[in-house]
DNA sequence: TTGTATGCGTTATCAG
DNA sequence: CTGATAACGCATACAA
């Protein structure tokens, strides 16, 4: 069923039959009634290959994840996903699998499918010299990046001002009396960068010494962070180390290190990132800092929709986080 | 650059270059040779609506999904993605917000987007009648379920043999000697259905009576489940129900249960299911039935290739669940 | 307000 | 092995 027929069948011409499936305003009432309805009867839904290859545009936005599996890109994804489908464009998904390479092919991909713009979620903090290739070559299609920052010119970033609410939980905590604080971190994004850089500040600004045997790095890749974090602080207690809070760049690390604290029998404050469902599984309750997601999601589908309609956006907004206060750390 | 002009540089006709773009071996490879160096040079890609015009395929799959925000589907999706982008196929990604009237409209979507074939994740329980009325309607794109069933003719199923896991976890504490036994659910999908038919089974077996007040149903819409589940547990310990173990339909209700249990300074045991990263963030870790949900995606997208191309597929296959034993049960 | 004709960029058919 | 040309289904400029 094409155009053609339903034009036949109610008795105009395709043009007409186009104008009411675009609502072209210059259709009489009449005309208009007569082919919806027989649109209805053969249950007619126009080809978008044909009409992508008019429009250069099927409303159709690529979002770029290393890991829908992991819960903070999929709570990015799903939010995401939802303001869009509230604007009318629909989703393609890509998840690189956390290797820098693909990233590159995933983009032209994207592209050559035709999509009106490419979100980044989770995208790695060095200045990918491909993807500066990438805005260079032919192909420019709106690029935005959540919770990350690349200056690239042509490319949109929202994010969060992780790093200075790392190192004010650190001023915050030494006033309080800490230390000896740890720092615990996994990927190497731009966001765990910023939070990394975050903890030195407020380090150096507190006046103490970095502690390299208490800046714990764990691999993204072993089976288990959770896990491996605990058994690295179970070792540090059981070695006498001096520890008297700890700051995760995720829940889920923060988890794994209140784990082994409980375990040894001690407690002091533990604030971990990304305020995810993880915080509340464990016992006491973590304390986290919430870096507004949601809220990012929705200025990047705004700053997109700015973007397509030919306004300037804002290159870099940033919005600031929120701490979340449970169990493991409160606020006098 | 369109493929004219690719003709054009190359010395050669559209055709040819078609060809090539095809991998069609009726081309000598000097030919070959040239086009593919003019096409590189102009960092050229056919453009895929014209493409799909004639071929009515885009090598593209919908995943339709009530919430990629949850990690049960977000582990599925994550899962289906890398099976079919391993194939080569692009993934729509549909969220329908647990609405199961839009569900209906995002499969009309999915298939105007003329995908290849649809997958649905966390689909409702019951049978759709408007499903059955989209399977009879003139678009029939291949219908894969994961985790879920449908009776209907052209839909093919890959799901957990959930209920017969859940009867024979009941058994097994009852021959531990458990009486008591709670129940907690929470959304209204077939495999809910079938984990509390499960432990019905096995209540009945066991020649146990049913306790109306042991069977908990969770809102799925609360604003925390965790919140909820604990705080209803924490009152019945405090009303001095007897309860002396606890089967979940899922392990962040579990977990939520397992706090109240801790927390009233109890021990027995707690069975999760789904076999989330939640499951390892409380404490003490829960014991949580997997429904291996990355073998049944493999068989999904394998059972899809089957039906593209054209073997007949099996419509209806069953995996078996396992039991991942952590702290709040332990086997013999 | 309506219809005709043309073009969008490929693939497929057929003749060479 | 190659090339010309007709589809594919729709949008749109232009004419009426």
Redesign the interface.
């Known amino acids: ?1 094409n155009i053609k027929e339903i034009a036949k069948l109610a008795g105009v011409s395709v043009a007409t039959v186009s104008r009411v499936i675009n609502n072209n305003p210059n259709v009489s009432s009449a005309s208009k009634e007569k082919v919806l309805s027989v649109m209805a009867e053969n ?1 007619y ?6 009409r ?2 008019n429009t250069k545009s ?1 409303n ?1 936005v690529g ?1 770029l994840c290393p ?5 903070n890109h ?2 990015t ?3 995401l ?2 303001s869009l ?1 509230d604007r009318g464009y ?6 690189t ?1 956390r290797q820098s390479k693909s990233t590159h092919e995933y983009l ?2 994207l592209s ?3 999509v009106d713009a490419i979100f980044m979620v989770g995208c790695a903090g060095e200045e990918d010299p491909e993807l500066s290739e990438y805005q260079k ?2 192909k420019r299609v709106p690029l935005i990046i959540v919770n990350g920052y690349l200056d690239l010119p042509g490319v949109y970033c929202v994010l969060c001002d992780e790093r200075t609410a790392m190192c004010d939980m650190v001023k915050e905590l030494f006033e309080r009396g800490c230390r000896n604080m740890a720092f615990i971190e996994d990927s190497d994004t731009y966001s765990a960068y910023q939070k990394r850089q975050g903890f030195l500040d407020g380090i150096k600004l507190c006046g103490l010494a970095p502690n390299p045997k208490l800046h714990i790095r764990i691999d993204p890749f072993v089976q ?1 962070e ?2 491996c974090t605990k058994s690295i602080f179970s070792q540090l207690f059981e070695a006498g180390e001096r520890i008297d809070a700890i700051l995760a760049a995720d829940d ?1 690390l923060a ?1 794994g290190a209140l ?1 082994a604290m ?1 375990q040894a029998g001690r407690s002091f404050p533990i604030i971990g990132f990304n305020n995810s ?2 915080a ?4 006491p309750a973590l304390t986290s800092m919430d870096n507004r997601i949601d809220v990012q999601c929705n200025i990047a589908v705004e700053t997109m929709l700015d973007i397509l309609q030919g306004k300037d956006a804002i290159d870099k907004l940033v919005v600031s986080a929120k701490l979340e206060e449970r169990e493991t750390y409160r606020r006098e």
Request: charged content about 20%.
């Open positions: 069923m249950n839904t126009p080809n978008l290959f044909a992508g290859l099927i159709t979002i890991d829908i599996g992991d819960v999929a709570r994804v799903s939010s996903e939802h489908r629909d989703v393609l998904l890509c998840c699998g032209h991909l050559d499918k035709r070559s032919g288990s959770l896990f889920i988890v784990q409980v469902e993880h509340v599984c464990c016992t």
